[in-house]
């Protein structure tokens, strides 16, 4: 479960899968069908540091039809390591 900032700036605890190329977004585990497919085949990652925030650390992941997703994490390491993953697929 990753946090993703939701409308108005609120923060929602959901579930990410990357499945083949597709980032699937689920609300719950119990979801048969996700709330959010983002293609990674040439989307672009942006690391973004926030000081004194509730979210310190995220990942802007803008997609080719111009969705964007912002995604938070509570350590650097942690987003580092997303931005890896989604780097391969993109």
């Known amino acids: 479960f990753l946090w993703r900032k939701r409308w108005l700036g609120q923060w929602a605890k959901q579930l990410f899968i990357v499945r083949e190329h597709v980032l699937l977004c689920f609300r719950c585990a119990a979801d048969p069908r996700p709330a959010l ?8 990652v ?8 509730r979210m310190p650390h995220a990942l802007k992941v803008t997609g080719t039809a111009g969705d964007v997703l912002v995604i938070g ?3 650097r390491q942690q ?3 997303w931005r890896k993953v989604w780097r391969c697929y993109s």
Do not use: M, N, P, T
């Open 79 to 81: 987003a580092e390591d």
């Open 73 to 75: 994490f509570q350590s």
């Open 46 to 53: 942006a690391y973004k540091a926030k000081r004194g925030k």
């Open 37 to 44: 497919e983002l293609d990674l085949r040439g989307c672009g």
